[in-house]
Structures are given as structure tokens and as C-alpha cells.
């Protein structure tokens, strides 16, 4: 068996698999352990293709926003899908109200452009 790594792709199709949001968080956290791990000149590839519609606007807009801001970090232009996945209304996954705050002070610019609401230290601890 040869290993490879989660895609955007194949993150979007577990997270169709899973409505539980507590096992879809642990899914993002899942993705960007193994897009860590792999190597630099690798990690663009993990994100260039669209991923389906996960059935719920704010998670197909988490996608985008990792997406933009992963690709940001090689210097890259976000890939294409993403310019359309973006929420009207602000989500913030956080539940307690100093999460929120936080996020609101911390969320990378990516993730603010695509309205979701989620601090970098969220993203770093993962």
C-alpha cells in the first residue's frame, strides 16, 4: 500500500461522510497534519483542484479560505475555485464568546475574505 497524502479533494469527501462538526474539525486538523509533513515543493499540489460542495456553505468556504491561505505562504495566487466561495454572513466556528473575539483580532486574511471567522492560533495548534 503507498501512502498519500489528504487533498483538498478528499477532504471535502470526508466531511460529506461525516455531518458531526466535532469529526470535521478533527478532519481539518487531520489535513493540515499531513500537508505539514509533506514537502514544500508538494504542498501546492494538495490544494489546485476543487473540491464538490461539502452540502454547507460555511465548510465549502473553509476550504477556499485554507486553500488562499496556504497558498499564500508559497507566494502563490489562491487556485481559481476558490473566488466564489465566499459567505454573506460571517461564520464563527468558536463557540465561547472570547473565541470569538479572538477570532475576530486573529483570523489570517484569507479567512476573513471568505468570512470565516477562526484565529490563526486555532490553525497553528492543529
Do not use: C
Not at 464563527?92 to 472570547?98: D, V
Amino acid at each position: 500500500m503507498v501512502y498519500h497524502p489528504m487533498t483538498l479533494v478528499d477532504l471535502a469527501a470526508r466531511l460529506v461522510a461525516n455531518t458531526d462538526d466535532k469529526i470535521r474539525w478533527k478532519l481539518v486538523w487531520e489535513f493540515l497534519e499531513e500537508y505539514r509533513w509533506e514537502a514544500s515543493g508538494r504542498q501546492p499540489s494538495l490544494l489546485q483542484s476543487e473540491p464538490e460542495s461539502v452540502g454547507d456553505e460555511r465548510w465549502d468556504a473553509l476550504l477556499a479560505a485554507l486553500a488562499e491561505h496556504l497558498a499564500a505562504k508559497h507566494d502563490l495566487a489562491p487556485p481559481p475555485w476558490t473566488a466564489l466561495r465566499v459567505l454573506r454572513r460571517p461564520w464563527f466556528p468558536a463557540e465561547l464568546a472570547s473565541q470569538r473575539a479572538d477570532a475576530l483580532v486573529w483570523a489570517p486574511a484569507a479567512f476573513r475574505k471568505h468570512g470565516v471567522y477562526l484565529s490563526s492560533k486555532d490553525l497553528e495548534a492543529a
